[in-house]
Each structure stands twice: as C-alpha cells, then as structure tokens.
C-alpha cells in the first residue's frame, strides 16, 4: 500500500486518545442484606417472646383463678296473657325469673342491663329487661322481670302465617328467649373490657288463649351462653 506524503510543514494528524476506564464502583448489597436479616430476625425472635410471654401468663391466671364461663337457666315462667285478636294483634304478658350462676371461686362479674326478647316463630311476642346487677363468686343471682307486648300486629309473612296458624289449631307455641347484655371480668385487682353476651334459651313450650296466670314447665329448657365479637363488620 502507497504511504500517504504530507507537505512539508504540515503536521501529521494527531491520533485521537480516550481517557482510561475506570471500574465502576459496586454497591454494598452485602452490608443492606445484612441489616435486613439482622432486623428480620430481630422482629421474629420479639414476636415469639411475646408469645411465649403471654402463653405463660395465661397458663398461670388458668391455673390460679380456674375460669369458668357462667351460666344461666330460666327458674320459672307464668304466662299471664297469651292472646292473638281478631285483627291479628298480640297481647302478651310473662313473669319471668332468671338465675344467673357464677362458677368460679375468685372471679366477680359484672353485668350491664339485660335486654330480653321473646320470639315464636320468629316473631317478636314480648320484650323485657332487667338492671345491671353484680354475681358474685360461686354465687347464683335470681334475676325477676315482665316481659310483655301488646297491640303488634302479626303480618302475613312466612313467621306470621305460621303463627297464625298455630294460635288457631294448637294448644301452645314454642317460645325462644334471648337476652342480650356485657360483662365484665374481675379478677384481683385486674378489670377487664365489656364483652358483649348473648344468652339464648329453647324448648319452651307456651299454652295460648290463656288470661289468667299458668305457670309454664321450664325442667326441659337449656340456655346456651355466647361470647359476641366484633370483628370489623362481623359479629361471632
């Protein structure tokens, strides 16, 4: 190949220089992941101290106090009037008499009002209530209140028809009750939240027609006591 000539006094080209690379410096992942695992673990051990803290807690306040739930079952029920009129209207009155035990040894209770409701067939036939009232350790309180309704009129729904019905071809109804209140726990000088409570006793069994007193067998009825929670819109 021809070399190229350049005039005399030209000065060759200089040829083009680059400044040298530099290695990028690299990040310190190691250290960031280090921390992260280091707080992670951290927060994971706290968790199952806390844990285990509170197992242990509840383990001793198990043994030591020995909770048990309270109980409640209906003493007695008279059925002053029970009547379904012409115009399809109730007239309703019950004297009611509650016992609400206490089981445990070193724990008080302490109730809010009761509300109560009589239903049959899913319709309402009476409501009631009773005063906030204190149980007392291994104690059972008797609790005495009416329950009645008058003048509501008995639609022609599902539940209406099918009391109805039942006033005009039977001797007696089944009655559900329900009573509705909060407790709250005391043990030692520890006071607990309110929780609500329902309690909800089946199997009674009312006569209709009726305008003078008649006491209502209650041997057969079982109440069943329900802790209620509220847990966002939900209630258990």
């Not at 559900?176 to 909060?182: E, M, S, Y």
């Not at 607990?192 to 089946?202: A, F, H, N, Q, Y």
Request: proline fraction near 6%; charged fraction near 20%.
């Amino acid at each position: 190949m021809a070399e190229k000539i350049h005039p005399a006094g030209t000065p060759a080209p200089a040829k083009p220089t680059f400044p040298a690379t530099k290695p990028r410096p690299q990040p310190r992942r190691t250290h960031r992941r280090s921390c992260c695992c280091t707080t992670c673990l951290c927060l994971t051990v706290t968790i199952i101290v806390l844990f285990l803290i509170a197992a242990v807690s509840g383990g001793v306040t198990y043994v030591i106090f020995r909770p048990h739930r309270p109980t409640f079952s209906i003493s007695s029920l008279h059925v002053t009037q029970f009547n379904l009129t012409s115009s399809n209207k109730l007239i309703t009155r019950f004297n009611l008499t509650v016992l609400a035990r206490n089981p445990n040894e070193k724990i008080l209770l302490y109730y809010d009002p009761v509300i109560i409701s009589f239903k049959s067939n899913g319709v309402n036939v009476g409501d009631g209530n009773i005063p906030a009232f204190v149980s007392l350790m291994k104690n059972t309180t008797a609790l005495r209140t009416v329950v009645s309704l008058t003048g509501q009129t008995v639609g022609d729904d599902d539940n209406g028809l099918k009391l109805k019905t039942e006033f005009k071809n039977k001797k007696s109804v089944n009655l559900k009750t329900q009573l509705d209140t909060k407790v709250k726990v005391k043990i030692g000088s520890l006071n607990t939240k309110k929780l609500p409570i329902r309690v909800t006793c089946d199997g009674i069994r009312v006569p209709v027609g009726k305008t003078t007193a008649t006491k209502v067998a209650t041997a057969g009825v079982k109440c069943k006591v329900d802790v209620r929670i509220k847990i966002w819109k939900w209630t258990v």
